[in-house]
């Protein structure tokens, strides 16, 4: 039991229950990439959990470069709005979101996005918007994260004392912020580099302190034991493994990796290429999670285990997925595509004494996802079509993307495909075209007037029928 169980419970939006930090990073990436500048590492922990302009002002500081911050949001804005609706949850939330609402807790929102683009980011979720009873937005308080106003504004509007409310964050911003307010802190970083940043104290020395402190650090919402805190059990475990809501997919190459899996642990585990990975899930995502599985040209599926993270054992310096598809197969298949959907979460990564150790638990890992697998409530996903070859084909073509809603996945690709070419377009390279004369409406009217009359001489047009066509062909 807690020392004092929570009176509400507090929650970050970006980069904790929504998956906004990838396409933040992807977006920041095309714009600085105009002004002749990279997103370092350094640079996306400088701007996680703060306001849209104070994260520009803070990360042109540290970039060194000589562009206001307004320009900065005034550029990335446009290719934000377009997908905010479409960005997806992150494992777990929805879990927990909706298990404190059956128990009847309160619970608000604290987040850095304006109310505007709050209400752009939640317009297709409309089970997120049933699970809390309070929102506080950047635009409505005097100060934005570091600053406890926001934390301090959802414990009054949901009546407690902000000192009694558990507060969960993913950045160092909003942590700092939390525990200004005097509250207790679950970190979930949503930057691997940013976890040993944060030092737990006990909940008795936070609740004796009175000033609030980090409770826990945790790799995953799905890591989250509500019992820790007076509350019931979660009891949605099939066979010792939690089910994803929503699922994720992810397709790719296999590619060589470290050479560990049959050499060193006698498990054959296959590596899927970093570019795959970066695409298909967030940076935040970690753990040991099951599924079904397909090769190549091949519609036969298969029960599998993965690992996603840096994999503590061997201190892994870059994130891979390492799937091991629990079936016998006569040869390697490296060079082809595989298709993974993941539906269920075994248990954190974690670092073990020995290779004896480890490959002992990846076998039990390996056990109990056989048996989830089995049961019809994991069983079920194994026909979906993502796993067919013909939809991977798809998918990669950006008709198909993940299980769920396929045609909020290809609205979703549409803008992408958008926002690059906006990007794209800024370009000097590009932009260069904009000024073409065949645009003004008085080249367009003599190129229309030529082609027609051109036609016309070689008999190919009775009369001025479509002129805009002709003056487009005229253009080609």
């Not at 419970?9 to 500048?37: N, P, R």
């Not at 200004?180 to 008795?204: C, N, T, Y």
């Not at 996903?381 to 998918?395: D, I, M, R, T």
Request: charge should be negative; aromatic fraction near 6%.
């Amino acid at each position: 039991m807690a020392a004092s169980p929570p009176a509400a419970f507090i929650f970050d939006l970006d980069g904790l229950i929504i998956d906004t930090e990838s396409l933040c990073i992807e977006v920041a990436q095309q714009v600085l990439a105009q002004h002749g500048k990279v997103l370092t590492k350094e640079a996306q922990r400088t701007a996680l959990g703060k306001r849209p302009l104070d994260c520009w002002r803070d990360v042109a500081a540290l970039l060194g470069l000589d562009v206001p911050a307004q320009q900065l949001f005034d550029q990335t804005e446009p290719l934000l709005e377009q997908r905010w609706a479409d960005v997806r949850p992150l494992p777990g939330a929805r879990r927990l979101l909706q298990h404190l609402s059956d128990c009847g807790a309160k619970v608000a929102i604290a987040t850095s996005t304006s109310r505007s683009t709050f209400g752009k980011k939640l317009s297709k979720k409309p089970w997120l918007q049933e699970l809390f009873q309070a929102s506080v937005c950047g635009d409505e308080v005097t100060n934005g994260k570091p600053a406890p106003d926001v934390f301090a504004e959802a414990a009054r509007q949901l009546g407690v004392a902000a000192s009694s409310c558990l507060c969960f964050e993913d950045a160092p911003s909003g942590v700092e912020g939390a525990v200004a307010a005097g509250m207790r802190v679950v970190v979930v970083p949503s930057l691997v580099e940013a976890a040993d940043e944060f030092k737990a104290i006990s909940q008795e020395q936070a609740a004796a302190s009175g000033k609030g402190g980090v409770v826990q650090v945790l790799p995953s919402l799905l890591a989250f034991d509500p019992t820790i805190y007076g509350l019931p059990p979660f009891g949605d475990l099939v066979e010792g493994v939690i089910p994803l809501d929503p699922v994720f997919t992810i397709g790719g190459t296999v590619v060589k990796g470290f050479g560990r899996g049959s050499k060193e642990l006698g498990i054959p585990t296959a590596n899927v290429d970093a570019d795959s990975l970066r695409h298909s899930i967030a940076e935040a995502v970690t753990g040991i999670y099951c599924g079904w599985a397909s090769i190549g040209g091949s519609s036969e599926v298969y029960k599998m285990v993965m690992s996603i993270g840096w994999n503590p054992f061997y201190n892994n310096t870059e994130k891979t997925a390492e799937p091991w598809i629990l079936h016998d197969f006569d040869e390697p298949f490296y060079g082809k595509e595989i298709r993974l959907l993941v539906c269920g979460y075994v248990r954190p990564e974690a670092n073990f004494t020995s290779l004896e150790a480890l490959v002992a638990r990846i076998h039990k890992d390996g056990e109990v996802s056989k048996a989830a697998l089995s049961h019809p409530q994991l069983q079920r996903y194994s026909v979906e079509a993502f796993l067919q070859p013909a939809a991977a084909a798809a998918a990669a073509a950006g008709g198909v993307e993940g299980v769920a809603e396929p045609e909020e996945a290809l609205v979703a690709r549409i803008h992408k495909d958008g926002g690059v070419s906006e990007a794209a377009l800024s370009h000097p390279q590009l932009q260069r075209y904009a000024a073409e004369a065949f645009l003004q409406p008085a080249a367009a009217a003599a190129a229309a007037a030529a082609a027609a009359a051109a036609a016309t001489a070689a008999g190919g047009v009775n009369g001025a029928a479509e002129p805009e066509v002709v003056a487009v062909a005229a253009s080609g």
